[in-house]
């Protein structure tokens, strides 16, 4: 067992030595990653999400339901495809609250860290940020409309 004055006395040491040291010559900064947890996506959970994003053609992971978002980005998702017109019989969303596997498998999944996810014909497209760009750009109308989820004109 080592004492705990040895380990004192050696991080006085350490400590006093890289003052002088530092003023002097240039110290080699670690760089600095977030620490991540990885864990492993169960084979139930992964199947349970294929299963989960083939249910549709279009396919939102969100936080609350359609009806009533909870939270901005959510709700900024849903009116987007609203205004994009995506046709309703070929979509369907997945509450992530509602279910903590589901919450942090589709993270996993995607490798995507956020939520709301989006997924067109079982290919993800992005989160919140993606779409908002992708809509002010004209990618999603675009993408959507080849597709075939849009909503058909009346005619």
Known sequence: MISRSVISSTF?????????????HAIPQLAR????QTRQLSS????????AVASAPVVLF??????MPQCGFSRASIQILGMQGVDPKKFT????????????GIKEYSEWPT???LYVEKEFVGGCDI???MHQNGELAK??????????AEG
């Open 12 to 24: 006085r040491q350490a400590s006093q030595l890289s003052r002088p040291f530092a003023a002097n």
């Open 33 to 36: 990653f977030p620490v991540q």
């Open 44 to 51: 139930e959970t992964k199947a349970a999400i294929d299963k």
């Open 62 to 67: 969100m936080k609350g339901t359609p009806e």
């Open 93 to 104: 969303a997945f509450n992530v609250l509602e279910d903590e596997e589901l919450r942090q």
């Open 115 to 117: 939520i709301p996810q």
């Open 131 to 133: 779409l908002a760009s």
């Open 143 to 152: 993408m959507l409309e080849e597709k075939g989820v849009l909503v058909e």
